[in-house]
Structure formats: structure tokens, C-alpha cells
């Protein structure tokens, strides 16, 4: 079976996404840097090898703009569900429906993550060293899940966007038998304070999110130098 890496990600519609980096920057300006997460993350994860790619995007009627933003032959289909739990589990029950395994999904907030940290998530699921790969991250959640089967009740339990999310699939993963593998930390880009760190993180070449970072620090630069914001 052919793997499956789903990225999550949302148009970037100004006052929709990176809602707590305004202030300081303008919802047109978290706009415009998450419209670079997601095109550094694109470019990076169709360097995962041995995987499909597919965007799980939202709202309904952004699929005209991933389309023309995704590489060739990405699967493209909605996110549905009530809440994130909900929209996570029916896009990984999609990609084992439609025959791929293992299945892992990402979000988009944190535009440098590796293409080999992905790689990890494959090949341990693939060999069955692990039934569950998780990303941890320090706020207490999770940027990467992957999975050798679906698994619903992993998503029913946690309270999404607390940090208790990893502890409570940790928790789940144990009561359900699976075996956890979890990959290293990543610090995703959710506050002014995330932001500024991600500026002095330094990754080895090639340098993953390299336009949002040039993005980020032109947007800052601006603020710094006390220029008027867009709008």
C-alpha cells in the first residue's frame, strides 16, 4: 500500500487564520505570513518520499485556491466534522478507505518542520515498529499524527486546543493497547512570542521555511521601524 501524508490547512483569509498574531500584525499581514507557511510547508512535504500527498483544506470553497497552490497530483478534499477531533479522524478514515497505509496528517503551523521528520513517521509505521506516531510540541499538543489504522476514539476524547491534547491521546493510545512512537518536539507558530523564537531557531540547509521567515522578518522589520500597517 502506498502511504499517505494529509496536510490540514485553511485558506488564508484575512481575520480566519493566525488570529493571535493580530496585534501586532494586521489580520492582512497574519494572512500574508500564513500564506507562506503554506508554501513552505508544500515544498518541503513533496520531499517526504514514498508518500501521496492531499490537503485537507477549509472552508468548502477554497479548493479553486489549493488547487492552483498545490503540486500536481496533490488529492485535494474538504475537512468535515463538528470540531478538529471529528475533521482529523474522517480525513485519515478517508485515505484507508481509498486504500493508502499508513496514513499521517499535519497541520500548518510550524513552516520548517523537516521532510525527514515525516520520513520517520512513514517508516515506523510502515515497518510496524508503532501502531500510533505522534509529534509532540511544547505547548502541550501535537503536530503530527500518523496511523497504521483508523483509530476514532483517539480523537473523541481530548479538549482540542488545551494543553492537555498529547497527555489525553497518550492516555487514549495506552487504554486502546496501541504502541506510540513519538518523533522530536516542534515548536509551532501560534503567538507574537512563537514567532520571534522562530526567527532564532537556525536549521541546517536547506533550510526549511526560508519564505517565511523572510516573510516574518519583513513584516517585523516594518513594525520596528513604526510604518503604517496595510488596511
Known amino acids: 500500500m502506498t502511504a499517505l501524508l494529509i496536510i490540514f490547512a485553511k485558506e488564508p483569509r484575512p481575520g480566519q487564520v493566525k488570529t493571535r498574531l493580530s496585534p ?50 496533490t488529492d485535494l478534499f474538504p475537512q ?11 480525513a485519515i478514515a478517508r485515505g484507508f478507505a481509498a486504500d493508502f497505509g499508513p496514513v499521517v496528517l499535519r497541520g500548518s503551523d510550524i513552516p520548517d518542520l523537516p521532510a525527514a521528520v515525516v520520513s520517520e513517521a512513514r517508516e515506523v509505521l510502515a515497518a510496524g515498529q508503532a501502531q500510533v506516531v505522534l509529534g509532540p510540541c511544547p505547548d502541550g499538543g ?12 483517539l480523537f473523541q476524547g481530548p479538549a482540542w486546543s488545551s494543553r492537555t491534547v498529547l497527555a489525553d491521546t497518550l492516555r487514549l493510545a495506552r487504554q486502546l493497547g496501541l504502541r506510540v512512537h513519538l518523533l522530536p518536539p516542534w515548536p509551532d507558530i501560534d503567538t507574537y512570542d512563537n514567532l520571534r523564537t522562530f526567527l532564532h531557531r537556525t536549521r541546517p540547509a536547506p533550510q526549511p521555511g526560508w519564505r517565511s521567515r523572510e516573510t516574518a522578518r519583513k513584516l517585523l522589520g516594518r513594525l520596528s ?3 503604517p500597517q496595510p488596511g
Open 80 to 90: 468535515e466534522g463538528a470540531d478538529l477531533g471529528e475533521r482529523m479522524a474522517r
Open 225 to 227: 521601524a513604526g510604518q
Open 24 to 73: 501586532p500584525l494586521s489580520p492582512e499581514e497574519a494572512a500574508q505570513l500564513y500564506h507562506s507557511f503554506l508554501l513552505d510547508i508544500l515544498e518541503e512535504m513533496a520531499r517526504v518520499p514514498e508518500m501521496r500527498l492531499a490537503v485537507g483544506f477549509s472552508p468548502l470553497k477554497a479548493q479553486g485556491f489549493f488547487r492552483g497552490l498545490a503540486p500536481p497530483g
Open 142 to 153: 501535537y503536530y503530527l499524527v500518523g496511523l497504521t489504522e483508523p483509530q476514532p476514539p
